[in-house]
């Protein structure tokens, strides 16, 4: 089985940087997925790290560290617009069907 | 737009009812998933399904069913409702079954059970 575990909450302020941290422990591993959820909205696609290092994607970069089972996700420029949960999830591998197992999630509150 | 389409958006029912949400993957995709996510909680893993045969269970209750049929779309059907069943029901699709395959997510079914 999965478990993951990220922050419930943390506040940052507009043009600052924010990182959230997954921790996660598992049976088996096969890549590490980040989401944006605005509230009652679907959950978007922002990120995926299969491999340890750094993934820079515009003002987002996810990182992963395979054998400490840790991630973050970092946001740079706060936008106000970037206040959300963001949800951290792993997928298990192959014996459990690849499903994907989320963390509980992240809210972030950007103040002006 | 994500391309996922879940039918209906929302809807309303009362307890011991039963009901079928809908969902048309991404053109493409063999992968369908379900979750739940009920208020202030995060995403619970229901069930997966590849190309028409279950793939992987989570904790999805037995008076919950899936399938998907041969055109890929995917049904969900919820039987005996319950006031705690109330949730935001997601489907998902990706293009296969393995690693690096992006899940991305419908809009999502609000259900409330009074």
């Known amino acids: 089985g999965q478990n993951i575990d990220q922050p419930t909450e943390m506040t940052a302020t507009e043009g600052a940087i924010v990182q959230i941290n997954c921790t996660y422990q598992?049976?088996?591993?096969?890549?590490l997925f980040w989401y944006q959820q605005h509230a009652g909205e679907a959950p978007t696609f922002l990120s995926y790290?299969?491999?340890?290092g750094l993934e820079e994607k515009g003002r987002f970069s996810s990182f992963l560290s395979r054998s400490k089972g840790y991630s973050y996700l970092l946001l740079k420029e706060l936008q106000m617009k970037d206040s959300a949960s963001y949800l951290c999830?792993?997928?298990?591998?192959?014996?459990?069907?690849?499903?994907?197992?989320f963390g509980g999630g992240t809210r972030v509150l950007v103040k002006p | 737009d994500s391309g996922v389409t879940q039918t209906p958006k929302h809807l309303i029912t009362a307890t011991g009812q039963r009901v079928t949400l809908r969902c048309s993957p991404r053109?493409?995709?063999?992968?369908v998933y379900w979750y739940q996510q009920s208020l202030d909680q995060g995403l619970q893993f229901l069930i997966q399904?590849?190309?028409?045969?279950?793939?992987a269970k989570g904790n999805i209750l037995e008076r919950f069913s899936a399938q998907q049929f041969p055109d890929l779309h995917s049904e969900l059907n919820l039987s005996s409702l319950e006031l705690g069943d109330s949730a935001l029901y997601f489907c998902?699709?990706?293009?296969?079954?393995?690693?690096?395959?992006?899940?991305?997510f419908g809009e999502g079914s609000w259900l409330t059970v009074v």
């Open positions: 998902a699709s990706s293009v296969g079954r393995g690693s690096g395959n992006t899940i991305y």
């Open positions: 790290n299969v491999l340890d």
């Open positions: 053109s493409g995709d063999l992968s």
């Open positions: 399904y590849y190309n028409g045969e279950e793939r």
């Open positions: 598992t049976s088996g591993f096969n890549g």
């Open positions: 999830a792993v997928r298990e591998g192959k014996a459990a069907g690849n499903k994907l197992t």
